[in-house]
């Protein structure tokens, strides 16, 4: 299975800190954080990764290079303009291959073992995503979570972690460099039955705001002291 990490947004509400160093570069525990996502897949046998880039995304080539050094082969999808989350998959599916394939949002940190995603059976389905507990900024949830189940409005409502796998199939019908949104995709493919999900709750945060960056810093550094106390 290869992997797919989006790297293509600009990172408004990250400014001043995007505005000359894309999202993705900035750094938890001085190490950017698409560094800590190629370590993660490199570790649960990912070889393939394709990274899709647009804002200041030169910058991102050049940091991370061939994935080489994590014993990884990355391929780069670059965008004009960014093409929002589905439009950037779609416009990468060539390069993704015609099975299924995971995808990670770049801008979140997390401690998740991805190796299990790769066993992950899709069967008649187009999508399998990773759930977690609703942050303080999101506490409506995006989507409702029940044994292994996403539904339009039965079982516990609760946030897209930014992690799925998904069939090429469900993103049919978006041309090549065209723009558009995951959110309505998936909403369509959960009421057709077409989902299955789990619920992570470990280390997960979305790195949206300076803010989050430098409190998810604190965290870790304080269990890092933590440990070594003990």
Do not use: C
């Not at 303080?136 to 949830?141: N, P, R, V």
């Not at 978006?174 to 995709?185: E, M, S, V, Y």
């Not at 959960?190 to 705001?209: F, H, M, P, R």
């Amino acid at each position: 299975m290869k992997a797919m990490i989006l790297a293509a947004g600009r990172g408004e509400r990250m400014r001043p800190l995007t505005d000359r160093l894309p999202k993705p570069l900035l750094e938890v525990l001085e190490k950017p954080l698409i560094v800590w996502h190629l370590e993660n897949l490199a570790r649960a046998g990912f070889k393939e990764i394709v990274i899709n880039h647009a804002y200041l995304g030169k910058q991102i080539e050049d940091a991370v290079g061939n994935g080489a050094r994590w014993g990884l082969s990355i391929t780069y999808s670059a965008e004009v303009n960014a093409l929002e989350t589905a439009g950037g998959i779609a416009n990468a599916l060539a390069l993704l291959g015609d099975g299924p394939f995971l995808v990670v949002n770049a801008d979140i940190f997390t401690d998740m073992d991805f190796g299990h995603l790769k066993d992950v059976s899709l069967k008649d389905r187009k999508a399998h995503l990773v759930m977690v507990d609703n942050p303080e900024h999101h506490l409506e949830g995006d989507f409702f979570y029940s044994n292994g189940e996403l539904s339009s409005n039965q079982g516990l409502k609760l946030t897209f972690s930014g992690i799925g796998v998904y069939e090429p199939a469900l993103f049919d019908g978006i041309l090549p460099g065209h723009a558009a949104r995951l959110a309505p995709i998936l909403t369509k493919a959960i009421l057709n039955g077409w989902v299955s999900a789990e619920k992570y709750s470990g280390v997960w945060s979305d790195i949206g705001t300076p803010e989050r960056l430098k409190l998810i810093n604190e965290e870790l550094k304080e269990k890092h002291v933590e440990s070594k106390r003990i």
